[in-house]
T-cell receptor, first 111, second 112 residues
Framework: KQEVTQIPAALSVPEGENLVLNCSFTDSAIYNLQWFRQDPGKGLTSLLL?????REQTSGRLNASLDKSSGRSTLYIAASQPGDSATYLC??????????FGKGTKLTVNP | NAGVMQNPRHLVRRRGQEARLRCSPMKGHSHVYWYRQLPEEGLKFMVY????????ESGMPKERFSAEFPKEGPSILRIQQVVRGDSAAYFCASSPGGEPQHFGDGTRLSIL
């Protein structure tokens, strides 16, 4: 059974700082891993999706990596901005189409 | 191109009543997924449907909960005889099959 853990649960940084969010999963037979952003009272916005055959994906200031052997993924945010403040969720997909989510990291970027 | 539409955004029910949550997938999407987010918890998968078929309901409580995705109209998640523990945010996602799943803004269900 796949379990996904995210550390830390909350993170507060000053504007401009580079930061890393961590995600670990128990079942290395992962089909893909996805990072989402959730704003308060809103749904989920997909940020990056990494297939099991890939090592990383980049979009603007965001870079996500996937290491299946160690069961880890990281989301790197460069030059953080107050608008990046949100909860970041990672989700792994196994053989079925259901996503298994971590509890998220709540990020606060202070001006 | 409208995204995944969920309604109502907020729903208040008294214990013992029924709650009906609706989800209209993105245009061209025939796969619908329901997830539940309890307070301070991550999203948990409930059910995966295609038109007129339940594909995977392994995350659905065995009693009081049901879901459908008819040939015409939105997908419906139905909760009968609601209890306080049903209070949560319910999210619907859709896809054309596989990735990515696109999420709606959710329905916040509160039980009095």
């Amino acid at each position: 059974k796949q379990e996904v853990t995210q550390i830390p649960a909350a993170l507060s940084v000053p504007e401009g700082e580079n930061l890393v969010l961590n995600c670990s999963f128990t079942d290395s037979a992962i089909y893909n891993l996805q990072w989402f952003r959730q704003d308060p009272g809103k749904g989920l916005t997909s940020l990056l999706l990494i297939q099991s055959s890939q090592r990383e994906q980049t979009s603007g200031r965001l870079n996500a990596s996937l290491d299946k052997s160690s069961g880890r993924s990281t989301l790197y945010i460069a030059a953080s901005q107050p608008g990046d403040s949100a909860t970041y969720l990672c989700a792994g997909r196994g053989g079925s189409e259901k996503l298994v989510f971590g509890k998220g990291t709540k990020l606060t970027v202070n001006p | 191109n409208a995204g995944v539409m969920q309604n109502p955004r907020h729903l208040v029910r008294r214990r013992g009543q029924e709650a009906r949550l609706r989800c209209s997938p993105m245009k061209g999407h025939s796969h619908v997924y329901w997830y539940r987010q309890l307070p301070e918890e991550g999203l948990k998968f409930m059910v995966y449907l295609q038109k007129e078929n339940i594909i995977d309901e392994s995350g659905m409580p065995k009693e009081r909960f049901s879901a459908e995705f008819p040939k015409e109209g939105p997908s419906i998640l139905r909760i009968q005889q609601v209890v306080r523990g049903d209070s949560a945010a319910y999210f619907c996602a859709s896809s054309p099959g596989g990735e990515p799943q696109h999420f709606g803004d959710g329905t916040r269900l509160s039980i009095l």
